[in-house]
Structure formats: C-alpha cells, structure tokens
C-alpha cells in the first residue's frame, strides 16, 4: 500500500511588515494615505478628461482607461491588505486569494 500527501491548502499567511507593534498604526496610515491618493487621483483625471471636450482624443482615452484599471487593482488588493495590517489575523483564505490574482489578471486586460 502506497501512502499519499492527503493535506490540502486552507489558508496562506501573509508577511507583516513590522512585528513591532507601535509601527502598525504608522504603516497602517502610511498604506491609507497612498491608496486614499491613488484613488482620488485616478478619479480627478478620468473627471477632467471626461469635463474638457478639448481631451477627447485617443491618448486621454488610454490614459482613464489606465486610470480605471489602476483603480480595478487597488481596490481588489489594498483594502484585505488594510485589513491584515489592523487585525491580528495575518492570513487569506486559498480562494480569496486566487479571486484577488484572478480579479487582477482580468482588470489588467
């Protein structure tokens, strides 16, 4: 009789930043901050583009159409990331995370 692997992959841990514990509200802060720009950024030029007739050309078009896909992948993965930085729970269940690479692969084209 032949014995096989019977374990399977519940979760996956990710790797803190910091174990020190008065940083993590820093770090915390720090990936708030630039996901708070990278959204508002992205929504002021897909509205300016959008606003001014004179930007109705085929470079403005790719560039909020970069914007929205920028916005697709941040709020797929910043936000759990956010989270796990919070909370002591530093791991994403197996199909969380193939939900967030397979959201990203289908945002990117």
Same mark, same amino acid.
């Given at each position: 009789m032949e014995y096989t692997n019977q374990t399977a992959v519940s979760e996956i841990l990710?790797?803190?930043?910091?174990?020190?514990?008065?940083l993590q509200p820093l770090v915390f802060s &720090?990936?708030?901050? *630039?996901?708070l720009v990278t959204i508002l950024g992205n929504l002021l030029l897909i509205m300016a583009v959008s606003s001014d007739s004179h &930007?109705?050309?085929? *470079?403005y078009f790719f560039l909020c159409s970069l914007s929205f896909n920028d916005i697709c992948i941040s709020t797929t993965i910043i936000p759990k990331r956010l989270v796990s930085i919070l909370g002591q729970d530093q791991?994403?269940?197996?199909?969380?995370?193939?939900?967030?690479?397979?959201?990203?692969?289908?945002s990117a084209y």
């Amino acid at each position: 009789m032949e014995y096989t692997n019977q374990t399977a992959v519940s979760e996956i841990l990710l790797k803190e930043f910091t174990d020190d514990l008065a940083l993590q509200p820093l770090v915390f802060s &720090l990936f708030l901050s *630039m996901y708070l720009v990278t959204i508002l950024g992205n929504l002021l030029l897909i509205m300016a583009v959008s606003s001014d007739s004179h &930007l109705h050309k085929p *470079m403005y078009f790719f560039l909020c159409s970069l914007s929205f896909n920028d916005i697709c992948i941040s709020t797929t993965i910043i936000p759990k990331r956010l989270v796990s930085i919070l909370g002591q729970d530093q791991s994403i269940t197996y199909t969380g995370c193939l939900t967030q690479v397979g959201l990203v692969v289908v945002s990117a084209y």
